[in-house]
């Protein structure tokens, strides 16, 4: 009786374990990832070379999008950023959303702030002009961006309501009292840095309200703005010049794709 005994209990406890351990293996298999990537420029890749048949969008392989996607094994994967976009056209872009779509990364605001416009402007102008546009944009990235960020974020948390959404920022463009001899003045320099710290601010604030993942892109490219004397994963005025201003493939790779490989593993 005690053999039997031992025998129901042996066969019971296999039965269990078995069943365990199908329970396991199938919570440890992992779910498909649908990637949509929106933004402006800086999402496409601009300035990072190798853009394909994109066009205009300048859609680039050395993206940290199309990394991203490269080194998880994505199920699926679509690259809709595009160069110049406002917040009107990454909601659009947000038609490449769905209730599958799992993860989403987006940067925009800069373009809506007239990030070119005061490009031009510190490059032609004066120091007062060029700080005097800096505040411009400053007053619109507070009392304005805020409201068609909102409207970018609640449009893609009504698409995909159970997606992760990484909301991505701008890094600072100078060194200040770098090793750049020639160029813009550090006033200049400190103005524009001062409009990516505002912009910074205002983001990571409307992310957060909609209960978002913001990455601030300023320390990730500490020591490596225009004028520092390491290795610089920005573009200066080059050409051709819609390049200027924007990550270099490895301001793509070291910069962005990395800080976002450190929020997602």
């Known amino acids: ?21 199908g329970a396991v293996s199938a919570a440890a298999a992992p779910a498909d990832v649908n990637y949509v990537a929106l933004g402006d420029s800086y999402s496409s890749g601009v300035g990072a ?17 199309q990394l991203w996607a490269n080194s998880h094994s994505v199920s699926s994967f679509k690259f809709v950023a595009c160069s110049g976009a406002v917040t009107s056209d990454v909601i659009s872009q947000a038609s490449a959303v769905d209730s599958s779509t ?4 987006v940067s925009v605001g800069g373009n809506d702030a007239g990030f070119a416009d005061v490009m031009t402007t510190c490059t032609t102008t004066s120091d007062s002009g060029c700080i005097a546009r800096v505040e411009e944009a400053k007053t619109f990235a507070r009392n304005t961006l805020p409201g068609r960020l909102d409207n970018v974020y609640s449009t893609l948390k009504s698409r995909a309501p159970n997606a992760q959404i990484v909301v991505l920022g701008y890094p600072h463009f100078y060194e200040i009292g770098g090793s750049c001899s020639v ?38 490219f500490d020591g490596h703005e225009i004028c520092a004397s390491g290795e610089r994963w920005l573009h200066s005025l080059t050409w051709p010049v819609v390049e200027s201003y924007h990550p270099t493939a490895n301001g793509q790779r070291l910069g962005y794709y990395a800080a976002l490989q450190g929020v997602t593993g």
């Open 49 to 65: 070379k190798d853009y394909g048949n994109s066009g205009n969008c300048m859609r680039s392989a050395n993206a940290y999008p």
């Open 183 to 220: 160029g813009l003045s550090d006033t200049k320099r400190a103005a524009i840095n001062s409009g990516s710290d505002t912009l910074a601010e205002v983001t990571s604030a409307r992310a957060a309200a909609h209960g978002l993942t913001f990455v601030d892109m300023r320390p990730a």
């Open 1 to 21: 009786m005690r053999v039997r005994t031992r025998r129901l209990f042996s066969v019971l406890m296999v039965f269990a374990f078995a069943l365990v351990g």
């Open 102 to 105: 799992t993860f989403i990364t």
